[in-house]
């Protein structure tokens, strides 16, 4: 927001983001009565995405970009064609970007998805005595996840609640792509299928014990959930008809480059017995992996371990097979007492993972293994897979291609113990604009100089809403690190603490504006989709060296509030980046840093401790400049 040049949208006056509350009635009546998602203004998009520029790139660099924007919007010119095409499509269309954003951010992409797009999510280490404490969590984990709401599948009758911000209804389809779903591999583009709007949903769910795979009926015939013991006995028949641990881990090819995956699943399911296998694990309700022990670890490398394993398994030595990684959401359970949750991303943001992790750890807390009578179960079947020459050659490359992952992912939990959200909020901050200072302070002492940096906001208030992007580097942000480490000592505190309240006020109105639908990374999208579309070759504004800086976020962050006490990670966006999320309690702050081994300027333990002092010297600040006024 450079010498105002922008301004078309009110400001924002909040101090802190409002909380999203939920209320009980039925979802359907306010989906079709929420706004479209908006097309903002194309000159506001430019000049701002202009604004974001000066921090990254030099006053060279500025004027080449600079030209080649005034090219771009120009009267009756390539900006204004693009711009209405995009329009156009928003008229005929329920949500101009969410098709879009599917495809290009995940379902053509060709990574793997494991650690590149599906995140992980730890929860409080569970004190499991024995085996059959292990058992009891599994048990009590998917009693909570079925049996929502008196045993009745919210999901799929459209009756969960409705969340609220600020007054305004949210977006709740998300919620209902969750469950019953799963991502297809193509050779090309991949696919996601949702089994739960048929007209019979599948009734299953998979469990996975030492990569051999089952299907759990957890519902009767007559409709009714099979009660928390008659669960506990099942998953028992499965834990002992699956002790061997030399089967071949089908699963792991799920972890493939998906042109590899899509490949080799094309192979797998020629044979009828593995396609309907295949068909078992893609339509069940969700998975379950039951994880054999990993080796111990100090308590301070504890959770660094736990939030390796929720985003790949550890490796094909341990548990990387145990998965079917294209499911969209898988439950985690280790006998050590390891515990949590990995998601494929296409479908779902994070939002709807974290309503069901705080509703099945509250609801754990609640409910108690009740004695109930007991009806003879049938034995769950086993899930078999005929593995040819060439099936085994996959699963060897897979496994190979797995180890190279996980050597080269580097995974920091820091648990942030001085203070948490309550403080920011006694100096009138909004935490998260507060806790993305301190990353960008943080950034700025180890490499003297700042980065792009995506925080993701969410378009929930908008049908078929999904995430926007803040850029958290601005001119104010770098404005404040430099004044914090100033060599020259000149700069008072009071003078620092103004710099930071002012970066953080420019945060929020950047926030406000995102997820109001006036975002700039997601327009920008939509005007170089319809040029690849429309146009025979794309506008220079996007071909530019300017647009490639902007685009390459070092900085991957994300802010996943949950009652529960987890965090969540997920993989750097960029080979030389990171991958940040963070939890923020009342008392404490949970954040998992990631980087990847194999680049030599990045290093997740040195950035997680500037992070710490960096929070730590701007609480100081804040304390200190209070007590002089």
């Not at 006056?13 to 903002?40: A, F, G, N, T, Y």
Request: net charge neutral; proline share 6%.
């Amino acid at each position: 927001f450079q010498n105002g040049r922008t301004g078309l949208v009110k400001p924002c006056r909040l101090l802190s983001p409002l909380p999203v509350v939920q209320i009980s009635e039925r979802p359907l009546v306010h989906q079709e009565s929420l706004p479209k998602l908006p097309v903002p203004p194309l000159q506001q998009t430019c000049s701002r995405y202009l604004a974001s520029l000066e921090p990254l790139i030099s006053a060279e660099e500025m004027t080449h970009t600079r030209e080649l924007m005034d090219e771009f919007l120009r009267p009756g010119g390539i900006g204004e064609r693009l711009q209405k095409s995009l329009e156009r499509r928003a008229r005929k269309t329920e949500n101009w970007l969410s098709d879009w954003w599917m495809q290009w951010s995940y379902l053509d992409s060709r990574m793997p998805v494991a650690m590149y797009t599906s995140p992980g999510v730890v929860l409080p280490k569970m004190h499991l005595q024995d085996r059959q404490g292990q058992m009891r969590w599994v048990t009590m984990c998917t009693d909570g996840s079925v049996c929502f709401n008196g045993r009745s599948l919210l999901w799929h009758s459209h009756t969960l609640p409705v969340e609220y911000l600020g007054g305004k209804p949210l977006c709740m389809d998300q919620y209902y792509q969750v469950l019953s779903s799963c991502r297809i591999p193509g050779p090309k583009r991949d696919t996601v299928v949702n089994y739960a709007v048929g007209k019979t949903p599948p009734t299953h769910i998979t469990v996975v014990h030492n990569f051999q795979f089952f299907v759990l009926d957890v519902y009767n015939s007559d409709g009714s959930p099979l009660t928390v013991d008659q669960l506990y006995v099942q998953l028992e028949k499965i834990w002992n008809s699956s002790l061997q641990s030399n089967k071949e881990p089908v699963g792991i090819l799920t972890s493939n480059h998906r042109n590899t995956w899509g490949k080799a699943y094309n192979n797998l399911i020629k044979d009828k017995t593995n396609k309907e296998s295949v068909r078992a694990i893609q339509k069940s309700i969700f998975t379950v992996c039951l994880d054999a022990p990993k080796p111990r670890v100090s308590d301070e490398m504890y959770f660094n371990k736990v939030a390796a394993q929720m985003l790949h398994g550890g490796g094909s030595r341990w548990n990387s097979g145990n998965r079917w990684f294209d499911k969209t959401l898988q439950f985690i359970i280790g006998e050590d007492g390891s515990c949590g949750l990995t998601y494929e991303h296409a479908p779902a943001e994070g939002p709807p993972i974290v309503f069901l992790v705080d509703h099945v750890v509250d609801y754990m807390k609640r409910s108690e293994m009740v004695r109930t009578p007991m009806i003879p179960l049938a034995m769950p079947q086993k899930l078999r897979f005929n593995i040819t020459p060439e099936i085994k050659k996959d699963i060897e490359k897979a496994k190979q291609n797995m180890n190279i992952m996980v050597n080269d992912l580097d995974v920091r939990v820091l648990n942030f113990t001085h203070y948490g959200r309550k403080f920011p909020r006694s100096h009138k901050m909004s935490p998260d604009a507060f806790i993305q200072m301190a990353l960008q302070l943080a950034y700025y002492r180890m490499y003297q100089t700042c980065c792009p940096t995506y925080e993701s906001a969410s378009l929930r208030m908008f049908k078929l809403g999904r995430t926007e992007a803040i850029r958290s580097t601005t001119t104010e942000s770098l404005q404040f690190t430099k004044a914090m480490d100033d060599p020259s000592k000149q700069v008072q505190k009071s003078e620092k603490a103004a710099l930071l309240e002012e970066a953080i006020k420019v945060h929020r109105k950047h926030t406000h504006m995102a997820i109001h639908g006036q975002g700039i990374e997601r327009h920008m999208l939509g005007l170089r989709m319809i040029a690849i579309e429309d146009l025979t070759s794309l506008p220079d504004i996007f071909m530019d060296t300017s647009f490639a800086v902007a685009s390459h976020f070092n900085l991957y962050t994300s802010q996943v509030g949950s009652k529960t006490d987890c965090v969540m990670c997920l993989g750097p966006m960029v080979p030389d980046g990171y991958g940040i999320c963070y939890n923020p309690m009342d008392d404490h702050i949970n954040f998992a840093v990631t980087a990847f081994n194999s680049c030599e300027e990045t290093n997740a333990t040195r950035l997680s401790q500037f992070l710490e002092d960096s929070l730590l010297d701007m609480k100081t600040l804040l304390e200190q400049v209070s007590k002089t006024q």
